[in-house]
T-cell receptor
Framework: QKEVEQNSGPLSVPEGAIASLNCTYS??????FFWYRQYSGKSPELIMF????GDKEDGRFTAQLNKASQYVSLLIRDSQPSDSATYLC???????????FGKGITLSVRP | EAGVAQSPRYKIIEKRQSVAFWCNPI?????LYWYQQILGQGPKLLIQ????????DSQLPKDRFSAERLKGVDSTLKIQPAKLEDSAVYLC?????????????FGNGTRLTVT
C-alpha cells in the first residue's frame, strides 16, 4: 500500500512568519510530487510540483524534495491570512499521472 | 481556458437510492479521474480514464459504483444503491496526457449527502 503521510498539524503561524509543511511517502519509486491548496468547501488547486532533489521556488512558495529521505516539504514565506487553508501533499508512482494524496495539513495564519 | 465542469454541486438522497454525477474535463485533456473526498481526509482515487478506456479502477466499489466516459470526453459516475458511508465530495479532475509530469486540475466537486 503506497502511503503519503502528513501527520503534523493543524499549524498556526502569525502573519509574516514562515510556515513549514511536511510530507513523507512510502514508495521509493515515486517520481513526481505536488502540493495542492484547498480552501474550506472548495476543490484542490495546484500550487507547486517538483520532480528533482533540491529546492524549487515560486514567489513566496518553496518546495523541497529529498528522495533519499522520502521527504517533501512546502515553505510559505511572509504568510498571509489568505494562506489559511488545508495543504494537500500528493505523489505519483511511476509514469502514470494518478495521484495518491495525504490527508492534508490545516494552516491558520493569525493577523 | 475553461476549467473542469461538474454537476450537480449538491445532492441529498436517502440510502438505497441511486445518484449520478457528470463531469466535463478541460478541452483537450485525455485523462479523466474521479476522486472521493470524505470530510477531513485527502482525495481517494476511484477511477482513471485515458480517452474512453479505463486505466485504473482498483479502488472503485464495483458492486455499487459505475463510471463511463463515452466518446472520450464527458464522464458520468453512478452510485446504486447508495450507502450512508458514501457521503462525501466527489471530485472530477483531468490532466493533459496522463503522464507523471502532467498536473491534475480539479472541478468544484459534487457534495453528496446520504441520509
Amino acid at each position: 500500500q503506497k502511503e503519503v503521510e502528513q501527520n503534523s498539524g493543524p499549524l498556526s503561524v502569525p502573519e509574516g512568519a514562515i510556515a513549514s509543511l511536511n510530507c513523507t511517502y512510502s514508495d521509493r519509486g515515486s517520481q513526481s510530487f505536488f502540493w495542492y491548496r484547498q480552501y474550506s468547501g472548495k476543490s484542490p488547486e495546484l500550487i507547486m510540483f517538483i520532480y528533482s532533489n533540491g529546492d524549487k521556488e515560486d514567489g513566496r512558495f518553496t518546495a523541497q524534495l529529498n528522495k533519499a529521505s522520502q521527504y517533501v516539504s512546502l515553505l510559505i514565506r511572509d504568510s498571509q491570512p489568505s494562506d489559511s487553508a488545508t495543504y494537500l501533499c500528493a505523489v505519483n508512482y511511476g509514469a502514470n499521472s494518478k495521484l495518491t494524496f495525504g490527508k492534508g495539513i490545516t494552516l491558520s495564519v493569525r493577523p | 481556458e475553461a476549467g473542469v465542469a461538474q454537476s450537480p454541486r449538491y445532492k441529498i438522497i436517502e440510502k438505497r437510492q441511486s445518484v449520478a454525477f457528470w463531469c466535463n474535463p478541460i478541452s483537450g485533456h485525455a485523462t479523466l479521474y474521479w476522486y472521493q473526498q470524505i470530510l477531513g481526509q485527502g482525495p481517494k482515487l476511484l477511477i482513471q480514464f485515458q480517452n474512453n478506456g479505463v486505466v485504473d479502477d482498483s479502488q472503485l466499489p464495483k458492486d455499487r459504483f459505475s463510471a463511463e466516459r463515452l466518446k472520450g470526453v464527458d464522464s458520468t459516475l453512478k452510485i446504486q444503491p447508495a450507502k450512508l458511508e458514501d457521503s462525501a465530495v466527489y471530485l472530477c479532475a483531468s490532466s493533459l496526457n496522463g503522464l507523471g509530469n502532467s498536473p491534475l486540475h480539479f472541478g468544484n466537486g459534487t457534495r453528496l449527502t446520504v441520509t
